[in-house]
């Protein structure tokens, strides 16, 4: 069984810049969550995909944008880059609907904005 | 005021020793309640999920207070491995849709 994957690890952006964060869900999972961890805080909710309609948000300003593809990938996508958007970005899986309340996440991509 | 607050440590203990970690949440909504675990530089793994009655896993229990909006964790007989980040999780419904998580409690065990 395959885990989430994402891509890539890490990247460096300077300010106003652009960035597409990639993630591959676990098999048999069809929802597909992604939350920001600053430095020394917990997961932040950005939003989350499911059967590739978002199907609910977090307190993220709208260039923060994604996409779920037919085989349950997804993209996260920052525009107009902040030097506050640093942070470790996480990509997380769960089987339909996430009715167990059990996320599987992947290693993450550190994004750095200079 | 975070949504979910907890004492975000270190604690530093000896191997074997009892650690308790606190959590607090304001959402009085809430229907789900986890504790995640986080090794350093590595994701978040679900550790146990937290029921009204209580719950224990081998050397974890995991209590609920509905009614103070208090989750708590317990860990005897603490080992090397138990290092690591403990992020205590709400979630406003039965799903995965929506997890807010503190901050964490970093726990060092000591040889």
């Known amino acids: 069984e395959t885990g989430v994957t994402q891509s890539p690890t890490h990247l460096i952006k300077t300010r106003g810049q652009q960035v597409t964060l990639r993630c591959s869900s676990q098999?048999?999972?069809?929802?597909v969550s992604w939350y920001q961890q600053a430095l020394g805080q917990g997961p932040q909710f950005i939003f989350q995909y499911y059967r590739e309609e978002e199907n609910g948000r977090g307190n993220f300003p709208p260039r923060f944008s994604g996409l779920q593809f037919p085989n349950y990938s997804s993209e996260l996508n920052v525009n107009a880059l902040e030097l506050d958007d640093s942070a470790l970005y996480l990509c997380?899986?769960?089987?339909?609907?996430?009715?167990?309340?059990?996320?599987?996440f992947g290693e993450g991509s550190r994004l750095t904005v200079l | 005021r975070k949504e979910v607050e907890q004492d975000p440590g270190p604690f530093n203990v000896p191997e074997g020793a009892t650690v308790a970690f606190n959590c607090t949440y304001s959402n009085s909504a809430s229907q789900s309640f986890f504790w995640y675990r986080q090794d350093c530089r590595k994701e978040p793994k679900l550790l146990m999920s937290v029921y009204s009655s209580g719950n224990e896993d081998g050397r974890f229990t995991a209590q609920l207070n509905r009614a103070s909006q208090y989750i708590s964790l317990l860990i005897r007989d603490s080992k090397l491995s138990d290092s690591a980040t403990y992020l205590c999780?709400?979630?406003?419904?039965?799903?995965?849709?929506?997890?807010?998580f503190g901050s964490g409690t970093q726990l060092t065990v000591l040889p």
């Open positions: 999780v709400v979630s406003p419904s039965g799903s995965a849709r929506q997890l807010t």
């Open positions: 997380a899986s769960s089987p339909q609907g996430g009715n167990t309340g059990e996320l599987f």
């Open positions: 098999s048999g999972h069809n929802t």
